[in-house]
């Protein structure tokens, strides 16, 4: 049974330019979330994505959109891209009320 | 509001030293409560939890107690091995969240054991 997966690995880009990072749930979750993790600091929560809708949205600005497609995979994507937002950007999936369970994440560099 | 303090690392320990990493909580109600680990270039994996009061989480020699009248999950382990070597976040998800999982992270607590 394989677990969340993510694509790609790590990513480098530059100021202004835009990112879609991938993201597969474990087999039988519906639900996908997305978590920004600065070095050395705990992930910080962006959005969740429900029957290909978002339901909640953390404090990040409209820069950072998703999408979830009808086998549950989902995309995050930042426009114009900031040296701040270097940092993992975590999927995490769930099906009801279980435990949320994470992929090992993209690693992003904007230079 | 929803927040998680976690005792500041690094916490650089002999093998086979007793672990306590700290982890206090505010909530409103009463929410789940996590431990997390994270290895080196990986993502996060889930150590062990409790959804209620004097619930008690274990998992590979870890066990942390869910303490309503001081607000806190502590982690403990008896004895740690150098393949513990890692970063401990705590978590929690709010009560009365049903269809929301935005979880709430500490800072995370770097563990080092040394052979």
């Known amino acids: 049974d394989a677990g969340v997966t993510q694509s790609p690995t790590h990513l480098i880009k530059t100021r202004g330019q835009q990112v879609t990072l991938r993201c597969s749930p474990k087999?039988?979750?519906?639900?996908v979330s997305w978590y920004q993790q600065a070095l050395g600091q705990g992930p910080q929560f962006i959005f969740q994505?429900?029957?290909?809708?978002?339901?909640q949205r953390g404090n990040f600005p409209d820069r950072f959109s998703g999408h979830q497609f009808p086998n549950y995979s989902s995309e995050l994507n930042v426009n114009a891209l900031l040296l701040g937002d270097s940092a993992l950007y975590l999927c995490?999936?769930?099906?009801?009320?279980?435990?949320?369970?994470f992929g090992p994440g993209t690693r992003l560099l904007v230079l | 509001g929803n927040s998680v303090t976690q005792m500041e690392g690094p916490v650089t320990l002999s093998e086979e030293a007793f672990l306590t990493i700290n982890c206090t909580y505010t909530a409103t109600g009463y929410p789940s409560l996590f431990w997390y680990v994270q290895y080196p270039g990986e993502g996060l994996q889930l150590l062990l939890k409790a959804t209620k009061a004097d619930d008690k989480g274990s998992n590979k020699g870890f066990e942390a107690t869910y303490r309503k009248e001081t607000t806190s999950f502590h982690l403990e382990k008896g004895s740690v091995q150098v393949s513990d070597s890692a970063v401990y976040f705590c978590?929690?998800?709010?009560?009365?969240?049903?269809?929301?999982?935005?979880?709430?992270f500490g800072t995370g607590t770097r563990l080092k054991v040394l052979a």
């Open positions: 995490a999936s769930v099906r009801g009320e279980e435990t949320q369970y």
């Open positions: 994505y429900y029957e290909e809708e978002e339901r």
């Open positions: 978590a929690l998800k709010p009560r009365g969240t049903s269809g929301t999982y935005k979880y709430i």
């Open positions: 087999s039988g979750h519906d639900t």
